[in-house]
Each structure stands twice: as structure tokens, then as C-alpha cells.
């Protein structure tokens, strides 16, 4: 009855009433070992025995049963929970490699080509290395015109900014490192000021070169070569426009060749700035322990969102930063 009992069973529950209703505290079996107790001797001898034997034999079958129904569970929920890995993936929303990221992906690899490495500052940047060190001193207007985030006083007492620019890159890579350098630093900038073309946080790239024997002409050829590469266009026409930068002597805008009236880049009579640059001023290598009579450098910044703008035909800043996922499909690219 026990073992038909067993077969039957389809499922622990079953199985575990089987079990308890043999072998437990009021089980049939455990019943018919009690009654052994009123037995004579020689009748509990062959008795004993035989009940002994039979407990073995159904305490193997439950056990063997029960192992067989925990088996076929066990392959029901592989069946049931199973993932069908060749079912295509639902075509849902998709974003893309934000047109930032993918303007310092195409920077970077330009650069890199030319033999720059890539340098990195803190956002949050000491007053020293944002301003002082790059010969902007206290009172200049240049620290009222970057709108600067400052930052509480520490207790190391030194002040600190929310970098305005990523030029203290400069400082930190001359103090750091032994001429010739040759780095680009891409990262976000901060100033306090907001409307369709200015946004508190954006990014910068900085470029640096040291060596000996470094002129303008290095600096000329080297971000010509950078923007036609990046805009694409062998012709694009590039304008050095004299200026002024506290940390470069003599110091340039860097415009390029675009129609004002069809916004196309290379083509048409007006010009567009697209970068800042000069000659590492020589106090600026002096601030950083080297010899302005050996080591002569040039240095270059641009805007990356500015970069991004023009050649993807983007045309409000501000869309940068408003994670629209219809935005990010349109102008990002595919990951
Ligand atoms: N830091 C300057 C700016 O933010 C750009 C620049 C960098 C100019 C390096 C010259 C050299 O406008």
C-alpha cells in the first residue's frame, strides 16, 4: 500500500503525508514496532525481525521517491523560468554616445595621432593654479570676466574656484612633468552665467606644448591641421586674429571661414572664432620652475559644446544638458 501510495504521489506535499503517515510519531509502522513490547520473546525475535527489515526497505523507498520528486521539480522550473536567448531584443528607446562625449572621442584622437597625451585636473581647482599661476593676479580683470564660482576658504587656507577654464592643467602638467610635454586635457569648466549660449558647466580642451626651439609656426600648423581634420574640410581657411590671454604672449583667437548665411562651415566670406591660443608667456614657465631662455611652449583652449555645435549643426547650448532622449537619438551616434 505504501510503495502503490509513494508511486502515486505527484508532488513533497503528497510525499511528506506518505512519509509521516508510515514512519512518523503515530505512524502505521511505528504502531506495529510498539506492539512488539507485548510479545513474548521468541515471537518479538521473528517479529522484530521482519518489522525491522520492513522499516529499511520503505524508509529507502520514501527516501529514493522523494530524491525523484524534487528531481522532476527542479526540472519543471528549469522549463517553466528558462530564458530564450534568441529572441531579438525589443527595439525600444535608444540613446546615443552624447555629442560631447563623442567630440572628445574625435579630439582625442586626433591629438593623439600628433603625439599628445591626455592630461587631467580637478574641477575644483585652487585659486593659484586657476588665476595666480597663469599670470592673472589678484584685482585682473580677466578673474571678474569668468564669472568664477568661489568656493568657502579650507583650512589649508588656500582658495578654492570652480576651474573657469581648463588652463591650470598647464601648471599642474609643468610642475609635474619634465619638458617636452605635449598634452591635451579635455574636462568641465564652470561660470556663473546662463542663457542660450552659456551654460554654468561645460567643457574645455586644453592643449600644451614644451619643448625647445618651440615658435608660432608650430602653434599655426599643428591647430590648422586639428580643425580641418575635425571639420572634415582639407581647405577649411583658419584666421589668427591677435588678442589677449594673461598666461599666452602674444596671445590669438582662432577663427575659421563659414557662411553666416547658411551656416556652412568652410564656405562663404565671414569667420567664426572657434579657438583661444599663444605663446606660453615666459612667466608662466617661470611660475613653474622653468627656464624661459630654454624651454618655449604654445597652448590652446577651445569649447567643446562650441566645437560640437558647429559641426553637428546644433543650435541652442542648452540642449546639451536636458537629457532628451529624442535629442540624444538625432544628434548622438550610435554606441
Ligand atoms: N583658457 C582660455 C579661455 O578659457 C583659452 C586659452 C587656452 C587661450 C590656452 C590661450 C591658451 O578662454
Known amino acids: 500500500e505504501c510503495l502503490d501510495a509513494l508511486a502515486a504521489a505527484s508532488g513533497h506535499r503528497q510525499w511528506d503525508e506518505i512519509r509521516v503517515s508510515v514512519l512518523g510519531k503515530s505512524g502505521r509502522l ?5 506492539q512488539l513490547g507485548r510479545m513474548d520473546a ?33 526540472d519543471a522550473r528549469l522549463i517553466a523560468e528558462c530564458v530564450d536567448i534568441s529572441v531579438p531584443v525589443p527595439t525600444g528607446r535608444r540613446g546615443g554616445i552624447h555629442p560631447v562625449s563623442q567630440a572628445v572621442e574625435e579630439i582625442t584622437a586626433i591629438f593623439g595621432a600628433m603625439g599628445f597625451a591626455i592630461a587631467e585636473g580637478p574641477d575644483i581647482e585652487t585659486d593659484w593654479h586657476n588665476f595666480s599661476a597663469l599670470n592673472t593676479p589678484e584685482h585682473h580683470s580677466a578673474r571678474t570676466d569668468h564669472d568664477t564660482f568661489y568656493l568657502p576658504a579650507e583650512a589649508d587656507g588656500r582658495n578654492r574656484v570652480l576651474r573657469t577654464q581648463t588652463s591650470g592643467v598647464q601648471i599642474r602638467t609643468m610642475l609635474g612633468n619634465e619638458p617636452p610635454i605635449r598634452i591635451i586635457a579635455p574636462g568641465r569648466t564652470y561660470r556663473a552665467d546662463h542663457d542660450a549660449t552659456h551654460s554654468p558647466m561645460f567643457h574645455q580642451c586644453e592643449g600644451l606644448v614644451v619643448d625647445r626651439n618651440i615658435t608660432l609656426g608650430h602653434l599655426k600648423g599643428c591647430l590648422i591641421e586639428f580643425l580641418r581634420v575635425f571639420f572634415g574640410k582639407p581647405a577649411l581657411p583658419v584666421r589668427f586674429r591677435a588678442s589677449y590671454f594673461p598666461f599666452t604672449e602674444p596671445s590669438m583667437e582662432v577663427d575659421i571661414g563659414w557662411s553666416r548665411k547658411t551656416g556652412e562651415i568652410g564656405g562663404g566670406e565671414d569667420w567664426l572664432e572657434v579657438l583661444g591660443a599663444g605663446m606660453v608667456h615666459p612667466r608662466v614657465l617661470a611660475n613653474c620652475g622653468l627656464d624661459p631662455e630654454e624651454w618655449q611652449g604654445f597652448a590652446f583652449g577651445m569649447g567643446i559644446e562650441r566645437l560640437s555645435m558647429l559641426k553637428n549643426g546644433i543650435p541652442d547650448l542648452r540642449s546639451f544638458y536636458e537629457s532628451d532622449v529624442r535629442w540624444l537619438q538625432h544628434y548622438g551616434t550610435d554606441p
Do not use: F, P
Request: hydrophobic letters at 40%.
Open 30 to 34: 511505528t504502531g506495529l514496532l510498539k
Open 42 to 74: 521468541s515471537e518479538r525475535k521473528l517479529r522484530g525481525a521482519q518489522l525491522n527489515r520492513l522499516r529499511d526497505e520503505l524508509t529507502r523507498a520514501i527516501e529514493a521517491r522523494g530524491d525523484e520528486l524534487e528531481a522532476a521539480a527542479l
